[in-house]
């Protein structure tokens, strides 16, 4: 007999079969709620996998439509998309964003006409395109965030023509959202959405997503020499409702936060103060410290992966940013999830 005598309650009865389990499961994760970034560069026939990101490489305009026809027959249907753009491309106005021939926005136009079903969503901000590799304009050694608001609204007309259903502002200027969805309507893309980047911390977590791009700030006495000013603190939790609240009367379709694994609470505290659908961006550093456990042993990835990830629709997310999404929907179609 237990020492507390008969015990009338054992949640334990509730755990006793799968099937039981899965009649009471409160949180589920399914493909249609991942999206899945991608890395684009101009060239032809190119694979180039990520040192620091394994599993997951750069593509060219032409084989980045062989992965996306691969992860559609998956059931993975959205997709973020991230320029790599060449040295002679780049300057301090970030011009080459809204050049409308840019291989880009090319990729995009093609994405679309092959595949019109898929949810394709840019990235919208100066630093792929920049010389200084910063967000803003850079003007006496600060970020300069009105004049760059100007940068970001060519760009987001440039994305919203070339097909892109969804924008991605990921810069962190003050105002941007109202700036582009009052640009976007003006010029008749009412229907555009914006998926705004609305807590993106200064984090050390993107680390292989530079290296990809080679977008970090370039080392210069008289360019900052990191985000901090424009991206938030990582001590700050209940500055990310001020920033959600201005986003939402901004405009704003959706709400992000980035990191997502280390930044739970964050997750969870907005998905309490807003109405909006939440996305969790799952970086690459914290995909990259997953599958560096994996490959020592330390961990399971078949069994790791899907945890992290439904434990970011447990904290509040609707849909996740991962670079796991073709993995975990490739298990599902194996059974084994």
């Known amino acids: 007999m237990p020492i507390f005598g008969i015990m009338k309650s054992r949640p334990r009865r509730n755990r006793k079969s799968q099937a039981i389990r899965a009649m009471i499961c409160e949180t589920h994760l399914d493909v249609k709620h991942l999206i899945y970034p991608l890395f684009v560069q101009e060239g032809v026939s190119m694979k180039k996998e990520l040192i620091s990101l394994p599993g997951n490489f750069i593509w060219s305009p032409d084989t980045i439509l062989t992965e996306i026809d691969a992860c559609m027959a998956l059931g993975i249907q959205s997709f973020v998309l991230f320029p790599k753009v060449a040295a002679h491309n780049k300057d301090k106005t970030a011009s080459y964003a809204a050049d409308p021939d840019n291989f880009y926005l090319n990729t995009a136009r093609s994405i679309k006409k092959k595949y019109p079903e898929c949810v394709l969503i840019s990235d919208v901000a100066m630093d792929p395109y920049s010389s200084d590799g910063h967000d803003g304009i850079v003007e006496n050694g600060k970020i300069d965030n009105d004049k760059t608001l100007s940068i970001l609204q060519d760009m987001s007309i440039a994305q919203a023509k070339a097909g892109f259903d969804i924008l991605g502002p990921s810069d962190m200027m003050d105002g941007r959202i109202g700036a ?7 010029s008749g893309f009412e229907d555009v959405s914006l998926m705004a980047y609305t807590a993106k911390y200064a984090s050390s977590f993107y680390g292989p997503f530079r290296d990809a791009l080679d977008s970090a700030p370039v080392q210069d006495p008289n360019i900052p020499k990191d985000k901090k000013t424009y991206q938030m603190d990582p001590a700050n939790q209940r500055e990310a409702i001020i920033e959600a609240t201005l ?74 940013l991962t670079y796991f999404a073709k993995s975990y929907a490739q298990l599902v179609k194996k059974g084994e999830i």
């Not at 582009?180 to 003006?186: C, H, I, K, P, S």
């Open 180 to 186: 582009l969805r009052d640009t976007l309507d003006q």
């Open 247 to 320: 986003d939402t009367a901004e405009g704003a379709d959706f709400l992000m936060i980035k990191p997502a694994v280390h930044y739970m609470d964050i997750i969870h505290l907005i998905r309490q103060h807003a109405d909006l659908p939440i996305a969790a961006y799952h970086v690459s550093g914290e995909c990259a410290m997953l599958i560096a456990a994996a490959q020592k042993g330390w961990l399971d990835f078949n069994t790791a992966m899907p945890e992290t990830l439904l434990s970011l629709r447990r904290a509040g997310a609707n849909v996740i």
